[in-house]
């Protein structure tokens, strides 16, 4: 009669035991099925947030009339760079006064400058570990101190969303804003520039935007514009 008792005890153990393991896998499809079901979410609202707006933009000629009127701007970016050897994460602060006079300094995340630089009617200086630099072009003195460029010489236009004169295969979407483009800079190098998102104003200035070359890419997120 002992041996009766605990078998039984020892087949009610068993049946606790299964009935925990159940659950358990029960529980992991559960949160499997939820993990996919949010992600999903989060990729419907990244895309409802490109194509809809919260403000209406301007109409095409309209916004691009005005944002070619910008002429004084300051904004404050995160920049992702990449190249075949390294990669940063840095800080942007671009300064626009006029159509060709800009200031733009990029740092790191503990504020400590990586480059400084400034571009006049007089030419472009920059500033690179403690030394000061002149040339007529910033890309190719860029290119030449860091060993990665981009293309500086139409940036004050494609900061705000207008390609330039030298840009081709550009995409609009349904607003009338562009969405990509191709470009050559001063030393030959060619990028696709592409905007991921824009501010929900009737301006629609840029918030993400991704330049990428064949050995760079860059990747812009701007926080805030003035």
């Excluded at 039984?8 to 949160?31: C, G």
């Excluded at 007089?122 to 990665?148: C, F, P, R």
């Excluded at 104003?201 to 701007?222: A, E, G, H, M, Y």
């Amino acid at each position: 009669m002992i041996k009766i008792i605990r078998g039984e005890l020892y087949e009610k153990a068993l049946t606790k035991k299964s009935t925990v393991k159940d659950f358990s896998v029960v529980y992991s499809i559960l949160r499997l099925m939820f993990v996919h079901f949010f992600v999903i979410w989060l990729s419907a609202c990244s895309i409802l947030s490109q194509q809809t707006p919260s403000e209406r933009p301007l109409n095409t000629n309209l916004r691009e009339q005005q944002l070619m009127a910008m002429q004084q701007f300051t904004l404050q970016a995160s920049v992702g760079i990449k190249t075949p050897t390294d990669s940063t994460s840095a800080n942007l602060r671009w300064q626009q006064y006029n159509n060709r006079h800009f200031q733009a300094r990029l740092s790191n995340f503990l504020g400590i400058s990586l480059f400084e630089l400034s571009q006049s009617e007089t030419g472009s200086e920059i500033q690179l570990k403690g030394e000061t630099y002149h040339a007529v072009d910033t890309s190719s003195l860029l290119l030449q101190l860091s060993g990665w460029s981009m293309p500086l010489y139409d940036m004050p236009l494609w900061l705000r969303g207008l390609p330039g004169n030298n840009s081709t295969n550009i995409t609009k979407d349904q607003f009338g804003r562009t969405t990509s483009f191709s470009l050559t800079d001063s030393t030959g190098i060619v990028w696709q520039l592409e905007y991921q998102s824009f501010f929900p104003d009737s301006l629609s200035l840029p918030k993400r935007l991704i330049l990428t070359s064949s050995d760079n890419q860059i990747k812009i997120v701007i926080r805030n514009w003035q």
